[in-house]
């Protein structure tokens, strides 16, 4: 995973509910027959959503407005059990399980507003922008200024001043603009309690009344705090994710698939940074980014191998081990002992140092692995240019 946890639609949509943010009448619908009936709940028109972990739905035909029930469990039928390919997905897309039907909202105006983490504040910011319903990337590359963005300081929290400021700046006046604060400061309270990343709704829409209403509703919650919220670790879908990331972050290793065809084995995350680097300049691009602790076992390191030897697309394998309290002997046991159960036979360029060498070296040179053995960065480089193929 990419160090969040993120929520589908439906799921971000009713904590909005819970924090008093106005949202459009809704039903998940997990069949065509259930699309229909929820389409002729809201007077045999509204809108069917795919429910994804990916942004882009819209333009990759995951939305549409339907004029009948007919028109909705057609519409459901063709996403229901298939994938669906965004900008934010790869080529295999992710699965459609289940879709939102909402009635149809009346739409004045739209805005984006999200809040998120920023590095060069330190902490977070809101953003907001009068040019709802379009990709914030986009307006920010083409109308900069469109763009509005509140620092918000953590230790105040985001402060009602601003919120009316940002209200003001998005066109609200009057009481739309008094229930626009209010939703504002409702979306950092969110933010806040659920220790999320990100926190986005675009469109936020005013309706033809002058209600302010989320149309849309995306939040994504930092792992490292799931430990506080039992009640949003059980609104993880786990088909949504990388498969292999996922079963990583189970056994506590840190793992991030790529697209390269080198599976990288490293114990250290700036280690790791410098493999990929390594790995790069050979012209071997990287399969995955991998951080298996310092601390790991045998059956750890297995794991993490096994995991990486799980990608289709690695056709060789470095590792690059700094022993220290992960010792060369213990990674070297946990190397063999996953090509063993899954009977592998991708080459494996090996760099390592520190505690238990000379054992480490042994056991892997005594195995039945095709191992290359390297004394540096640069000597793996030139090895991983040379070492391709082998898969079993």
Do not use: W
């Amino acid at each position: 995973m990419d160090g969040a946890m993120k929520l589908h639609e439906y799921q971000a949509k009713q904590i909005f509910s819970n924090y008093g943010i106005p949202i459009p009448n809704g039903t998940v619908a997990r069949t065509p027959a259930e699309a229909a009936e929820a389409v002729a709940s809201y007077g045999g028109r509204g809108v069917v959503k795919a429910q994804v972990h990916a942004g882009g739905r819209g333009l990759a035909g995951g939305v549409k407005v339907v004029g009948s029930p007919q028109d909705g469990s057609e519409f459901a039928g063709g996403l229901l059990g298939s994938h669906l390919v965004t900008h934010q997905t790869d080529a295999n897309g992710v699965p459609v399980d289940q879709v939102l039907v909402e009635e149809l909202a009346d739409i004045a105006t739209e805005m984006y507003v999200a809040i998120t983490m920023d590095r060069n504040h330190r902490g977070p910011v809101l953003i907001a922008s009068a040019a709802g319903g379009m990709s914030i990337e986009e307006v920010a590359a083409t109308n900069p200024d469109a763009i509005v963005t509140e620092v918000v300081e953590p230790g105040l929290g985001l402060m009602p001043f601003q919120c009316r400021r940002v209200a003001a700046r998005l066109g609200m006046s009057g009481a739309t603009a008094r229930q626009g604060a209010d939703v504002i400061s409702a979306l950092y309270r969110i933010f806040a309690d659920n220790d999320c990343s990100l926190v986005e709704v675009n469109p936020l829409i005013v309706t033809g009344e002058g209600g302010v209403v989320a149309l849309d509703a995306k939040m994504d919650v930092e792992d490292d705090a799931l430990f506080r919220h039992s009640d949003l670790r059980e609104l993880r879908d786990r088909s949504q994710e990388d498969q292999l990331e996922a079963r990583a972050a189970d056994d506590d290793i840190a793992y991030v698939s790529l697209d390269g065809s080198v599976g990288c084995l490293v114990n250290g995350a700036g280690l790791a940074m410098a493999t990929l680097d390594v790995a790069n300049a050979a012209g071997a691009a990287p399969a995955n980014f991998l951080d298996v602790g310092g601390g790991a076992t045998e059956e750890k390191v297995a794991t993490a191998v096994g995991i990486i030897l799980s990608d289709p697309k690695v056709d060789r394998v470095l590792v690059n081990i700094f022993g220290g309290i992960l010792r060369c002997d213990v990674a070297a046991r946990g190397i063999v002992m996953a090509y063993e159960e899954q009977q592998a036979t991708q080459p494996l360029v090996v760099r390592m140092l520190g505690t238990n060498l000379v054992e480490g070296k042994e056991i892997l040179a005594q195995s039945t692995l095709n191992v290359t053995f390297t004394d540096t960065l640069t000597e793996a480089a030139a090895a991983l240019s040379t070492s391709a193929g082998g898969r079993g």
